[in-house]
């Protein structure tokens, strides 16, 4: 439990939003019935009832535990409290509009020079400062971020372990169940999920969802959806020429080919885009 509050003394700031009816419908028609992915969304509500019995508060302290093991991979929040504010409003605007808009989000700048973003169970989200950096306006972090709400939104990191006789048995984690037996289980269960987060990566269609949602989110708190894509097309152009890195975006996403073309696909549902933010300046003013 020590290491836990280490957890949540490093992972400080801000707010949670206010939800949006109608976007799990709206994502339905952007994804399309039959696809993978419009399966899985169709299956959404299933997944989150069959968590019913884990409380919030468990499933932050899972959370946190991962959360923990992240900042070691990947270094300290950098100490720029201007810029963690900066990212924290923006990540919580998307948040607002996402299908999971009532639970307190922290977002966190990784001084990590490995190029990044992850998000842990109950809404801890961390970007690394290496990926923010190729990034050149405010749409561009709001579509990252946005995948990434998205993610604990489907509590997709929850779903891909077998919960087995801890998580079946325990809505709530207290001092007695870290004893014992359900205590090592408990940990075996955070060290399967840190494999899947930091070296495996999840499966690729719930990574498809998270940038569907994403993009949908973005462009309900009104900024551009291309921002992702345009990400996802820097990284395409990184990885030509340099390779990848363990832990970064290339090795725990899909093939960004793939993931660009369906989001290609799903941006003629808004018509509009060119009216929608972008915010260069203030973008540079904020992270330079």
């Known amino acids: 439990m020590k290491k836990f509050l280490m957890a949540a003394t490093v992972l400080t700031v801000l707010w949670a939003g206010s939800a949006r009816a109608g976007l799990f419908d709206t994502l339905k028609e952007v994804i399309g019935p039959d696809t993978k992915e419009g399966k899985i969304l169709s299956g959404a509500t299933q997944v989150l009832s069959s968590t019913q019995d884990m409380d919030y508060q468990t499933e932050r302290t899972i959370g946190e535990a991962l959360a923990l093991e992240g900042l070691q991979r990947f270094g300290k929040p950098v100490a720029n409290e201007r810029l963690q504010e900066y990212v924290n409003l923006v990540g919580d605007a998307v948040a607002a509009n996402s299908t999971r808009p009532t639970i307190p989000y922290r977002f966190a700048v990784l001084d990590s020079p490995v190029m990044n973003a992850f998000s842990t169970p109950g809404g801890i989200i961390f970007i690394s400062k290496a990926l923010l950096d190729i990034m050149d306006n405010e749409a561009e972090l709001a ?146």
Do not use: C
């Open 143 to 288: 579509g990252v971020l946005a995948h990434e709400v998205g993610h604990v939104a489907g509590k997709h990191a929850l779903g891909t372990i077998r919960r087995g006789q801890f998580l079946s048995g325990v809505g709530t984690i207290t001092a007695a169940t870290m004893k014992g037996d359900q205590g090592k289980q408990f940990q075996s269960m955070v060290g399967d999920l840190q494999e899947v987060l930091f070296v495996k990566g999840l499966d690729k269609d719930l990574e498809f969802q998270a940038d569907a949602m994403a993009m949908e989110s973005a462009y309900r708190t009104g900024y551009d959806p291309r921002g992702l894509i345009e990400v996802l097309q820097k990284l395409q152009r990184i990885e030509a020429t340099a390779g990848h890195k363990a832990g970064s975006w290339f090795s725990t996403h899909p093939p960004l080919d793939e993931r660009i073309a369906r989001l290609e696909r799903q941006l003629k549902k808004y018509p509009d885009t060119a009216k929608l933010a972008r915010l260069p300046d203030r973008f540079a003013k904020r992270t330079r």
